[in-house]
Structure formats: structure tokens, C-alpha cells
């Protein structure tokens, strides 16, 4: 039976460039999209979350040049945490699957992989 699912990833980009914050955004929306076979088409909505630090570039535009052109996408600030992981960027990806909830795959990339074990 098909129901809307979340799947959580993170990472952490080098530095607050444009090229920096495409390239992890990049690199972890593949990783998702490979670890879970995402369609656009099953997409209902993707959030990403940037630390405050990170202001010079949408995360967003990254993905929609990848692979969502049409997808619905925003770009959030997170709210300021001391002494939490700077340089971060998190996704929420709602997509419709058929999978279970246990099946799903998230990732945590580079500096991210501190926030799971």
C-alpha cells in the first residue's frame, strides 16, 4: 500500500560558496536518490534545512539541477543551536513509496556522519 514517507540525510558543505553548498547538496541528493530509487513523480515535497552560516547559495537550486526540475522544493533556515554542527545542510524528502518505513535508507555524509552512529 502506498504511503507518504520521509527520509532524513545530511551533510556539510566546505565552505559558504555557491560551488561548495551545490556540490554536498548534490552529492547527498544522489546518494538518496540511488540508496531509495526516488521519482520525481513519487515526490510530494523536499525540505532543506542550512545552518545559518551557510547564506550564500539555495540548497534547492542544486537539487532542482540535478534531478527535480518540477518537484516542490523550499530552502529553510535552521534555527541557531550553540555548539551545533556549523556548515550543515539536512533534507526531508515526503515521497510516496510502496516501501515500509524500515526499508528507507538516509544518509549522512561528511561532517553530517557525526550525527548518527
Not at 8 to 34: K, P, S, W
Not at 75 to 104: M, Y
Not at 107 to 114: H, P
Request: charged fraction near 25%; glycine fraction near 4%.
Amino acid at each position: 500500500m502506498t504511503a507518504c514517507r520521509g527520509i532524513r540525510g545530511a551533510t556539510t558543505a566546505d565552505a559558504n560558496t555557491e560551488e561548495a553548498i551545490h556540490g554536498a547538496t548534490t552529492e547527498l541528493v544522489q546518494a538518496l536518490i540511488d540508496a531509495n530509487d526516488i521519482r520525481e513523480e513519487d515526490i510530494a515535497a523536499v525540505f532543506f534545512t542550512l545552518t545559518p552560516d551557510l547564506n550564500a547559495a539555495f540548497a534547492a537550486t542544486a537539487a532542482r539541477k540535478l534531478a527535480w526540475a518540477n518537484a516542490p522544493l523550499m530552502d529553510i533556515t535552521q534555527v541557531f543551536v550553540e555548539g551545533s554542527l556549523p556548515s550543515c545542510i539536512r533534507i526531508l524528502i515526503l515521497v510516496n513509496t510502496d516501501k515500509e518505513a524500515e526499508d528507507l535508507e538516509y544518509k549522512y555524509l561528511k561532517g553530517a556522519s557525526s550525527l548518527r552512529s
